[in-house]
């Protein structure tokens, strides 16, 4: 399982000069939600449709909304 952007921003647009250790946090953050899909969703059957979307993720060095 990917994930992709659904536009394709420069990298520039997307970190704004955000402190490198907090990107870092945030992409193990996105990688440990595409592990733990693939698990959950291995083959598809117990899909049941998205549920209430996650509006804040708390990463090392800051929050992401």
Known sequence: ???SWEYLPSEQHV???CPAGF???VEERAAEL???AEVLYLDGTSYQG???PMRH???AGGLLA
């Open 57 to 59: 993720l708390d990463v």
């Open 50 to 52: 998205s549920g209430e």
């Open 1 to 3: 399982m990917t994930w």
């Open 34 to 36: 595409v592990r733990a």
């Open 15 to 17: 970190t704004a000069g």
């Open 23 to 25: 990107l870092t946090a």
